[in-house]
């Protein structure tokens, strides 16, 4: 951080603040204290008679590869509300019924995704902006190899496993640096 976001000022120290624990930039000219913060990915694995779409990246980061259709959530609205967007910008696919099921922490990274089950509102679906190929895909079709992320690998594997032994539960996991 080069200035202050509030005043302007490069008057900015890396110190832990009085009454903090961390480590933070702080304005020396205003007294402003900038938290950094870990960022919010929301997304939604629909499904479909028992099938799953999944969307084909037409950009970066792992462009060319499959995900759960996921991305950051904007200011204003729920995760429930991010992840149906999210779904409908990648796939314009709708979806109801968004119920929780994995949250998955990315720490050294500062991301924690949070991806909901839905049902999709029917077989209606597309290639939306950010996707090259939007795709329904039953357990044994699931292209692993090519799968984007690995919280969009730990989704599908806890939502197959939950299908076969009939239950829905949350799942929460990490993805450990090193």
């Given at each position: ?111 924690v995704y949070i991806h909901f089950l839905a049902e999709l509102n029917g077989p209606d679906f597309g290639v939306g902006e950010e996707s090259a190929d939007v795709r329904l895909f039953a357990e044994e079709e699931i292209p692993w190899k090519e799968i984007a992320f690995t919280s969009s690998v730990f989704t599908l594997e ?21």
């Open positions: 951080m080069n200035f202050c976001s509030h005043c302007g000022s490069d008057q900015l120290e890396f110190r832990v603040p009085e009454g903090d624990n961390r480590p933070r930039y702080v304005c020396s000219n205003c007294g402003v204290i900038h938290y950094s913060n870990p960022r919010i990915v929301t997304g939604c694995l629909p499904v479909w008679e028992g099938r799953v779409l999944l969307a084909r990246r037409a950009i970066e980061p792992r462009k060319g590869y499959w995900n759960v259709p996921s991305g950051y959530m904007e200011n204003g609205e729920t995760v429930e509300q991010g992840a149906a967007r999210e779904v409908w910008e990648e796939t314009l696919a709708r979806v109801q019924e968004l119920r929780l099921h994995t949250v998955f922490s990315i720490p050294h990274i500062n991301q806890h939502y197959f496993e939950d299908r076969r032994q009939g239950r829905q539960e949350v799942h929460i996991g990490v993805m450990e640096w090193g």
